[in-house]
């Protein structure tokens, strides 16, 4: 079983839409919780981060952790053609040598129409 | 300012042959990653530097795979005698240096595409 588990999709919907993108977590240790956005032939970008259970909301987007079930979810409101992209959500321990080691999932390919 | 730069964004090689993959950090990140991204996953850990010391490799897959940071700013990725299982997406990241409880946002290159024959 793999620490970090993400629908790979591909996810299609219609331009205004809501989106909502979810990964699952085996790891009790993970400390900081992260969706990354990536275009095609690009490198990852952050979009949010979070350490605690509850939302966070910046502009269009919501993170959403709850540690309990060891869920952890991106809301998209108004979806744009330009948010077509991959969502990738990583997760993070603090490793000994005091670095975030961190862990991908595999990524969620999302297209809005326009 | 000038983001974390890869160089080839491209490379094909047979198998067998030997390649370097550079990463170009931005300037005054102290922490380097290598990660490599295979199609249709996420990133997975290659390898950490802080400084020029490796203080992480426990994600090279095995000892063909070597990676250096002598002085450390500029990194390269060495991979010896190529198998097909290696084509992948390869992917340098950096970040400030770590302090304590804050996380510090990695920052990626565009990566550079390997294509093994």
């Known amino acids: 079983q793999k620490e970090v588990e993400q629908d790979p999709g591909p996810l299609s919907v219609p331009e205004g839409a809501i989106v909502s993108l979810n990964c699952t977590y085996s790891?009790?240790?993970?400390?900081?919780f992260m969706w990354y956005r990536q275009y095609s032939r690009k490198g990852p970008e952050l979009l949010m981060y979070?350490?605690?259970?509850g939302n966070k909301e910046d502009g269009r987007f919501t993170a959403q952790v709850d540690k309990s079930s060891k869920y952890i979810s991106l809301f998209i409101r108004d979806s744009q053609p330009s948010d077509s992209a991959t969502y990738l959500c990583?997760?993070?321990?603090?490793?000994?040598?005091?670095?975030?080691?961190?862990?991908f999932g595999t990524g969620t390919k999302l297209q809005v129409i326009p | 300012g000038a983001g974390v730069s890869q160089t080839p964004s491209n490379k094909v090689t047979e198998k067998g042959k030997y390649v370097e993959l550079r990463c170009d950090p931005i300037?005054?990140?102290?922490?380097l990653y290598w990660y490599r991204q295979s199609l249709g996953q996420g990133p997975e850990f290659l390898i950490y530097?802080?400084?020029?010391?490796?203080?992480?490799d426990s994600g090279l897959p095995n000892d063909r795979f070597f990676a250096v940071r002598p002085e450390g700013s500029v990194s390269t990725l060495k991979i010896q005698r190529t198998e097909r299982g290696d084509s992948a997406v390869y992917l340098c990241?950096?970040?400030?240096?770590?302090?304590?409880?804050?996380?510090?946002?990695?920052?990626f290159g565009p990566g550079t595409r390997l294509t093994v024959l």
């Open positions: 990241a950096s970040s400030a240096e770590w302090a304590g409880k804050t996380y510090n946002e990695q920052f």
């Open positions: 300037s005054g990140h102290t922490a």
């Open positions: 979070t350490y605690s259970s």
């Open positions: 790891n009790s240790a993970f400390q900081y």
């Open positions: 530097f802080q400084g020029t010391g490796a203080a992480d």
């Open positions: 990583a997760m993070s321990t603090l490793n000994s040598g005091g670095y975030q080691k961190v862990t």
